[in-house]
Every structure is written in C-alpha cells, then in structure tokens.
C-alpha cells in the first residue's frame, strides 16, 4: 500500500473493496501520520496485524485501531478534512449512496428513497448494487477502479448518503456534505461509529439519521442546499 496522499491506488480483490476492510478513516489518519515520520517511513506497517491485538471490534474507536498498532498521534481535530483531492464534477448534480449489507438499521425504509431516485447514483461493488437494486430499485452505478477515482467522484458530487462503510469514511474524511443511516445501536454506549467520541459524523454539513422519517427530511435539505 502506498499512501493515499501521494497517490494511494486501493484496487479491489476478487470484486471486493479492499479499502471497505480495512475502515478507510482510520487507514487514511495512520497514513498520513506515517508519511510525516520518517522512521515510520522507513519501517513497514502491516496494517491487517491489529485483528491479533485481541481489541473489541463490537465497541470502541474504530480510528484508534490503527493507531494502536502504528504508535501513530492519532489528530483530534475531526471537523477537519484529513483527505483532499481533485473534484471530478461528472455527478455534480448527483447524490452518491453507497448502502452495503452491515450496520442496516431495522427502523429505517430504505425503498423510500426510490422518490428520490433521479439524483442518486451507487457506489459499490457490483453484487453490493446488484443486492441493492433487487431489493429496492432500480439506479445508475458509479464505474472506478480504484479508490482515488471514487473519491473524486464523491468531492465532486452534490452529496452522499450510506450506512456505515469504507466508503462513508472516505466521504467522512473529505468532509463531503453526507447522510449517515446509522445503526439502531449508534445510541448505546461505546457503539462502533465514525464520528468523534463514537457519537456524530463533524466537520462541514452532515446529518445522522435513524428513522426513515429523518432520512426523508436530510435528503430533501441536502438536495435543496445551494
């Protein structure tokens, strides 16, 4: 893995994001703390050896995980972008959604999204937009081979809206005006979360929801937003 802000290329494996695994966000702090510690530089990190560091993944700061392995200062300044990249204004007009199989929230209709369905597009691998289409409706998926691509795409787009993923961590991190779906467990105590102090997405304009009736209401606000 090189790092992203010199060019980071996450390339999928067997048609699965590489990057989904391994929490974007957290991936992209340590990365940057390593590219300004020339020992750090000069030593490999495996990033995959904090699965060993027996952490409770059902709780905690997902952000700290790498951090921990690394040694890295982890920055706690997180209404600031920690990502930036050139804007590709393809989808200008466009919401990007990205809604994968985990951290679904019971209490949320996610078909009532369909009344907005012209200004959305997927971002995803295609059996996450295939699953997605078969049980909700039918939208447009975003084509990218790599992650620098899709995150172009997302700075350069009117907005975003998903569940928790790798790819809302990378919208988290450019601070793109986003729709979190969050979990029904979100309010519980030490629930794993990408905003600070496990509570709230920051930085920029950004909304969390948990019912179908605060989606509705986010998605409205942020087409609207001039």
């Known amino acids: 893995v090189c790092t992203f802000l010199r060019g980071i290329v996450v390339p999928l494996l067997d048609g699965i994001l590489v990057a989904d695994r391994l929490q974007l966000g957290a991936l ?12 750090m530089r000069e030593n490999a990190v495996d990033l995959n050896k904090f699965r060993s560091l027996k952490l409770n993944f059902s709780a905690g700061d997902i952000r700290n995980w790498y951090c921990n392995l690394a040694r890295v200062h982890l920055p706690r300044e997180f209404w600031k972008p920690v990502i930036t990249v050139e804007p590709d204004s393809s989808f200008s007009d466009k919401i990007i959604l990205c809604l994968t199989p985990r951290y679904r929230n019971v209490h949320i209709d996610y078909s009532r999204l369909q009344i907005f369905k012209d200004h959305l597009v997927f971002a995803g ?9 078969k049980e909700f409706f039918c939208i447009p998926c975003l084509e990218f081979d790599d992650m620098l691509v899709l995150a172009k795409f997302i700075a350069g787009a009117k907005g975003f809206i998903g569940n928790q993923s790798g790819i809302y961590s990378l919208a988290e991190c450019m601070k793109t ?3 979190l779906l969050a979990p029904e467990f979100i309010r519980s105590s030490g629930a794993v979360i990408p905003g600070p102090h496990n509570n709230h997405p920051q930085g920029g304009w950004c909304e969390d929801v948990s019912t179908t009736e605060k989606m509705l ?3 409205e606000e942020l087409i609207n937003r001039k």
């Open 28 to 39: 992209f702090c340590v990365l940057r703390g390593l590219v300004s510690n020339r020992e």
């Open 125 to 133: 691998t295609q059996e996450e937009h295939r699953s997605f289409q």
């Open 177 to 179: 005006p986003r729709i």
């Open 217 to 219: 209401s986010a998605m």
